[in-house]
Each structure stands twice: as structure tokens, then as C-alpha cells.
């Protein structure tokens, strides 16, 4: 394999021997790759700054085996400037895309939606919805998208006043009469405004972070996302 000037995104970097980076990269039109970076960790080299998170690039590199030699690398604009909690937000959506993206798995759609992303985490002090509309979209990519249409197995319109049961890889069973306690249960409203995207409502926006983190911990298993502990205060290990 051959590419020239691939847009790419770098989702994360660590020291391969003594002078060289092995990097994570996800690219528009071949996913995530893994690259060695060779000789960047000398003090002479020029290209070290440009390999970070968020730094829109374009990356050339070659290679016949799952690890790719990186050749050359060029700004494709500037660096997407995340603070604070919007920082552990960009940090976040790196890590899933580590722990879900197959290598060399083209995405080009998502790679759009996590340029996008990201923007919108650097324009503003972090929203969680979108946080939570990335997660939808990334699950979509995946083939593993929530029906959000209908119910099972009825296949009836979500209704606003209405509970709904979630059965991870099935979908949503309304909730005949008083419904228990349980934390796999959650409004028609909530669902309809995932659905629509709209995910202003705080109460909603706290019901459709329970619901991600149960369809996301399906593909992810039970390793912890190390991302998760940074929002809470806890040193990562």
C-alpha cells in the first residue's frame, strides 16, 4: 500500500523505540491505520509538532504490512483548539474510535462527522449533546445504529407518554402498565428526540446518556474507557 497526501486526523501517539512514534491515525477514505513514525522524537526534527490530536493533516505513507511507514506529513489547516471539559470531549470520541473502528475499515462519512465534531467541541464550552449525537452516528456507521422508528415487535410509532424497555441489538418494547424499576427503561419522549436530534432538554439529554452508554458497552466489553474517568476526577491509570 501507497497513499499520497490521505487527509487524516491523528487519534494517538506513543514512543517506538529510542528516536521513533507509533501513531493511531484515522484517515477519510481508509479508517484507522497504524503508522511508525521513524527518527520524529529527535530534537532536529521538524515534523514532530504537527503530530498531535486534533491537527488536521495530510499524511502520506506506504508499507505491506498492518503497520505502515509514515513518509511525509503536511497541515491541512489549522489545529482545532479544545479546552478544558472540551478537551476530554475530543479525548473521548478518540478513544471510542480506537476501541470500535476496525483497521483499514473506510469511513469516510464518519470522518466528516468526527471533523465536524470537533469543531463544534472548540467553538463553545462542551455540550454533551454532541457527545451523544456522535455516539448515534458512530453506532449507525458501525451497522449497529438504535431503531429509532418504531417499537418491537409491533413496529408502532414511539409515543411521547409512553415507556419503552431497550433490548440491546433488538430495539424498543412499549411497557405495558406500571412499569418497574430499571435502568433499561426510557421515554418515547427521549427517543423521538434522538431521533430528530434535537437533545436540549436536560432531563432528556441524562436519558439518552444512559441509553448510549448501555449500546455502546455492548461492543465495547467490559474494559473501562480511560477517557470516562478523566470527566469524573479520577487519574487514569
Known amino acids: 500500500m501507497r497513499l499520497s497526501l ?4 491523528i487519534l494517538h501517539h506513543r514512543p517506538y523505540r529510542e528516536t521513533s512514534l507509533l501513531l493511531d491515525v484515522f484517515t477519510r477514505d481508509h479508517g484507522r491505520v497504524s503508522l511508525i513514525a521513524r527518527g520524529v522524537r529527535k530534537n532536529r ?3 514532530r509538532p504537527l503530530l498531535q490530536p486534533f491537527y488536521p493533516l495530510l499524511l502520506s505513507f506506504q508499507g505491506r504490512t498492518e503497520l505502515l511507514t509514515l513518509q511525509t506529513v503536511e497541515p491541512r489547516g489549522i489545529p482545532i483548539a479544545l479546552r478544558e471539559d472540551s478537551l476530554l470531549g475530543g479525548f473521548y470520541l478518540n478513544e471510542l474510535l480506537m476501541r470500535l473502528l476496525q483497521k483499514q475499515d473506510p469511513h469516510p462519512e464518519l470522518y466528516t462527522i468526527y471533523q465536524d465534531t470537533l469543531l463544534e467541541l472548540g467553538r463553545t464550552p462542551l455540550q454533551q449533546k454532541h457527545l451523544r449525537l456522535f455516539e448515534k452516528k458512530l453506532l449507525d456507521a458501525l451497522g449497529y445504529g438504535l431503531q429509532l422508528h418504531h417499537s418491537i415487535p ?22 405495558e402498565g406500571e412499569s418497574d424499576v430499571s435502568n433499561t427503561l426510557f421515554s418515547g419522549n427521549s427517543l423521538l428526540a434522538l431521533a430528530s436530534g434535537n437533545l436540549d ?12 452508554r448501555i449500546a455502546l458497552g455492548v461492543l465495547l466489553g467490559p474494559k473501562p474507557l480511560q477517557s470516562r474517568k478523566l470527566f469524573t476526577g479520577v487519574t487514569t491509570e
Not at 490521505?6 to 486526523?9: M, T
Open 154 to 175: 409491533d413496529r408502532k410509532a414511539f409515543l411521547g407518554g409512553r415507556t419503552y424497555r431497550f433490548y440491546p441489538e433488538q430495539g424498543f418494547e412499549l411497557v
Open 45 to 47: 526534527s521538524k515534523i
Open 201 to 212: 432538554d436536560e432531563e432528556i439529554l441524562r436519558d439518552v446518556k444512559r441509553l448510549m
Open 6 to 9: 490521505q487527509p487524516a486526523f
